[in-house]
């Protein structure tokens, strides 16, 4: 039976001193914590928790986790719950701790482009607000509508805008973090330039909720792009679609707003799926599907036209369509798209995996070599973020005989990942490690990052109280 | 007498252990040391370091620093010694440590836009290697032919790039840092994402040497940008000048090159010194000067034009004139570029302060309602990056009274500073902390946050091996 479960006299102590403090609003404990707190998107096995804490304020959280602090009960931070790896499950004899009554946006200015939001609001709810001031938010995934931007901040999330905005690191200009004897430490200041002693807000960003909680964020907002161009080509190769992308980008310096590489293995199922014609006469080893947004979509459409048209003469380019509308862009879209019905139509084992740009051509040949010598039948498909140096390949687990998918799973991430620590690459480009990668965070980290990540949590909780046991254990 | 100069048996033990290990090459001593590493530009009175170290590879830095360590002798890293905040300068006791031998640019790849260099290469020489391969490095500042990679990372330079580019930080895909204890950190992976555990270069940049010697980086490239289009525009006040940048940037999204803002007492003062007549029928209270960067002149050129058009009619610039060529261009430039000419024109007391953008204007005009009523005869002129919240304010010493410098400064700053933590501003944009700033350091930063710092510099330098009493104090 875990600790979880155990109701001892320190442990009723423990949760009175919590309601005690912060109401019975905020602590939820037994049957009355919802059984989705139990586990996330990872589908880990769930587990409940102690407690539930639901602050509403940065006083209640530096509240709350002093008096785990004091009474030596760890704290898993839960946000949206969206993740994959596993990040916010509970721990045993853990409470979890969430934000989601500080969902407020609380200021936005659109002339100097700075939202500042506690950090349970969603994705989407940011996103809504900076549209509605004529701005935009360089960070979009598929979970907008349930991720929360503490979550997104602790996993420093990517998605679609990278290769235009970067990911939440480089949204991020102020923070407010809860450390784990519950010290506020507020960096709300939101400037650009700020070079005075070691900038904090970095070691929090990324770090899944292992050195403190973030509380509020002052985030950059973009202008407005209404204007979006379309363009579906042809390439030789990943070499060819590298200098492809640096003339886009020259070009069009921060209007490269997608650049989307999808191999034949991706293309020839997403178009007996989507049941969509071929977009070219031949088949062509790889496809890149790019957008480019701005102001003038004239302008736009000009510029990738001329790029284009310059590259095919160059031999970068093989054959190229222009949606002429924003309809034919959608149904270019579909096919990229299809990803979102991978679990539907395979049993999907994902990976999320980066390495350097210039290398992902061989690398992703050199994995579906790798998969055919062990598994002469298996279904891999490929696709990727050019732009962001992000390889997905996705084989299908009903492809590899008659292994289980646990089995199935275990082999094909033995060699994948073997690949990476050979390549130099990493095991998460932008899922995070959590719980589920943790055997794999060697191949992308030597002894000695480890080690000294290891100083740095116990420098920051001495007492392994926030997220133990996740990204890394502490023996 | 400095410890340093006492020539006690352990100082010559450790000297000959460094001379044995390192080769007599890379270790100097006494007499053999230049002047020149006595001191940077910031001026600090000169000390003789015990040793001036000058290790050749990274194995060499590696060794040195462990037998420093074992000697218990404190190093203080030196790049180009172009810092302002003494951040380089000798410490009594202390070894010097420069990179000078290590300055190869290692590779560069124009297609994936990385190149991988030696800390001691100079920017200037990353540049010219950018350049060469058609390329451009996002970072520029006046020091460039002789300030090195190893200390813009460590301090985390800005310079003229920074709307467009972000800072060195933004620049940086992969480190190699050494240690304390001599540790090599290899985070040469030089990816856009990696959620791997904590982004442990975002540590070191920044950290002005005390954390660990950057040996190392992966920098990222932008495209070249052959073309350019400048004007020069009178606007009524700042929060009209931010919204102009705002158009600037969303009709040309990666486009804006600069944005610098002279507020009139500057333009006075530069429209005499130069000579040049002046831009407009009448004085304004502000001018901009901004540049749009790209690959196609005459689109600039047109995007310009229509936004400025557009700002005239909504009111937001007063008048405007554009560059009909890059001669017209220069000369619009030597208007900002006056402030070269500042330490033979004033004796000036110079600050480098950010603030939150919106914030620029009240805050510039309260520095001067205090500086009145203290110095009624005060001679101050304000200018700035207003796309990145840079506000330089120089007071002229001289225009304060029977003061002498030294006093004038410190009766300048603790008015100035003092109005800076009131606007939760920052005492250092892009200067650093280092030496000079330090009594200032909580104008910016909480208890908390310090407190965090110490923390994290304890646990990765428990000893205070690495530029102790640089940033912060540990006691």
């Given at each position: 039976m875990p600790l979880s479960q155990i109701p001892t006299p320190a442990c009723a102590d423990f949760l009175s001193a919590l309601t005690d403090t912060l109401g019975a609003d905020a602590v939820r404990s037994g049957d009355a914590i919802p059984s989705d707190r139990h586990t996330d998107w990872?589908?880990?096995?769930?587990?409940?928790?102690?407690?539930?804490?639901?602050?509403?304020?940065?006083?209640?959280?530096?509240?709350?986790?002093?008096?785990?602090?004091?009474?030596?009960?760890?704290?898993?931070?839960?946000?949206?719950?969206?993740?994959l790896a596993g990040g916010a499950v509970p721990t045993p004899g853990a409470v979890v701790l969430s934000l989601d009554r500080m969902n407020a946006i609380e200021s936005l200015d659109p002339v100097a482009r700075v939202v500042t939001v506690q950090a349970g609001a969603t994705l989407q709810a940011v996103q809504e607000a900076a549209l509605a001031a004529g701005c935009l938010f360089g960070v979009?995934?598929?979970?907008?509508g349930s991720c929360q931007i503490g979550g997104n901040l602790a996993t420093n999330a990517g998605g679609n805008g990278v290769v235009q905005f970067g990911m939440m690191?480089?949204?991020?200009?102020?923070?407010?973090?809860?450390?784990?004897?519950?010290?506020?430490?507020?960096?709300?200041?939101?400037?650009?330039?700020?070079?005075?002693?070691?900038?904090?807000?970095?070691?929090?960003?990324?770090?899944?909720?292992?050195?403190?909680?973030?509380?509020?964020?002052?985030?950059?907002?973009?202008p407005a792009q209404p204007a979006r161009a379309t363009a579906l080509a042809a390439v030789p190769d990943v070499v060819s679609a590298l200098a492809l992308l640096g003339q886009l980008q020259a070009r069009c310096p921060g209007g490269v707003a997608a650049f989307e590489l999808m191999w034949d293995d991706f293309v020839q199922h997403a178009l007996a799926w989507t049941g969509q014609p071929r977009p070219f006469d031949q088949?062509?080893?790889?496809?890149?599907?790019?957008?480019l947004s701005g102001a003038d979509e004239s302008?736009?459409?000009?510029?990738?036209?001329?790029?284009?048209?310059?590259?095919?003469?160059?031999?970068?380019?093989?054959?190229?369509?222009?949606?002429?509308s924003q309809t034919q862009a959608a149904g270019l879209w579909r096919l990229r798209e299809i990803t979102?019905?991978?679990?539907?139509?395979?049993?999907?084992?994902?990976?999320?995996?980066?390495?350097?740009?210039?290398?992902?051509?061989?690398?992703?040949?050199?994995?579906?070599?790798?998969?055919?010598?062990?598994?002469?039948?298996?279904?891999?498909?490929?696709?990727?973020?050019?732009?962001?140096?992000?390889?997905?390949?996705?084989?299908?687990?009903?492809?590899?005989?008659?292994?289980?998918?646990?089995?199935?799973?275990?082999?094909?991430?033995a060699i994948v990942y073997g690949l990476v620590a050979?390549?130099?690459?990493?095991?998460?480009?932008?899922?995070?490690?959590?719980?589920?990668?943790?055997?794999?965070?060697?191949?992308?980290?030597?002894?000695?990052?480890?080690?000294?990540?290891?100083?740095?949590?116990?420098?920051?909780?001495?007492?392994?109280?926030?997220?133990?046991?996740?990204?890394?254990?502490?023996?």
């Amino acid at each position: 039976m875990p600790l979880s479960q155990i109701p001892t006299p320190a442990c009723a102590d423990f949760l009175s001193a919590l309601t005690d403090t912060l109401g019975a609003d905020a602590v939820r404990s037994g049957d009355a914590i919802p059984s989705d707190r139990h586990t996330d998107w990872s589908g880990t096995a769930p587990l409940a928790p102690l407690a539930w804490l639901r602050p509403d304020s940065t006083a209640q959280v530096s509240a709350a986790l002093r008096i785990c602090h004091a009474h030596r009960v760890p704290v898993v931070p839960q946000g949206g719950l969206t993740g994959l790896a596993g990040g916010a499950v509970p721990t045993p004899g853990a409470v979890v701790l969430s934000l989601d009554r500080m969902n407020a946006i609380e200021s936005l200015d659109p002339v100097a482009r700075v939202v500042t939001v506690q950090a349970g609001a969603t994705l989407q709810a940011v996103q809504e607000a900076a549209l509605a001031a004529g701005c935009l938010f360089g960070v979009d995934l598929g979970a907008r509508g349930s991720c929360q931007i503490g979550g997104n901040l602790a996993t420093n999330a990517g998605g679609n805008g990278v290769v235009q905005f970067g990911m939440m690191r480089e949204q991020t200009l102020g923070l407010e973090v809860v450390l784990a004897d519950g010290s506020v430490l507020d960096m709300l200041r939101p400037m650009v330039k700020n070079n005075t002693g070691y900038d904090l807000k970095h070691w929090f960003i990324g770090s899944e909720g292992t050195l403190g909680v973030i509380t509020r964020a002052q985030l950059r907002l973009q202008p407005a792009q209404p204007a979006r161009a379309t363009a579906l080509a042809a390439v030789p190769d990943v070499v060819s679609a590298l200098a492809l992308l640096g003339q886009l980008q020259a070009r069009c310096p921060g209007g490269v707003a997608a650049f989307e590489l999808m191999w034949d293995d991706f293309v020839q199922h997403a178009l007996a799926w989507t049941g969509q014609p071929r977009p070219f006469d031949q088949d062509h080893p790889l496809l890149v599907l790019t957008d480019l947004s701005g102001a003038d979509e004239s302008a736009l459409a000009q510029a990738l036209e001329a790029v284009l048209g310059n590259a095919m003469e160059d031999g970068l380019v093989l054959d190229a369509v222009l949606a002429q509308s924003q309809t034919q862009a959608a149904g270019l879209w579909r096919l990229r798209e299809i990803t979102a019905e991978f679990p539907s139509r395979l049993a999907p084992i994902n990976f999320d995996i980066s390495l350097p740009q210039a290398a992902i051509g061989d690398f992703a040949d050199r994995c579906v070599a790798a998969l055919s010598s062990r598994f002469p039948g298996h279904r891999s498909l490929r696709f990727g973020h050019l732009g962001d140096g992000n390889l997905h390949l996705s084989t299908d687990a009903r492809s590899l005989g008659d292994l289980s998918f646990a089995e199935a799973e275990h082999a094909v991430e033995a060699i994948v990942y073997g690949l990476v620590a050979e390549a130099g690459g990493s095991v998460s480009a932008e899922h995070g490690i959590g719980l589920h990668k943790k055997p794999y965070l060697g191949a992308s980290r030597s002894p000695t990052e480890l080690a000294t990540m290891r100083a740095i949590k116990h420098a920051l909780d001495p007492l392994n109280q926030l997220n133990p046991g996740k990204v890394f254990d502490m023996a």
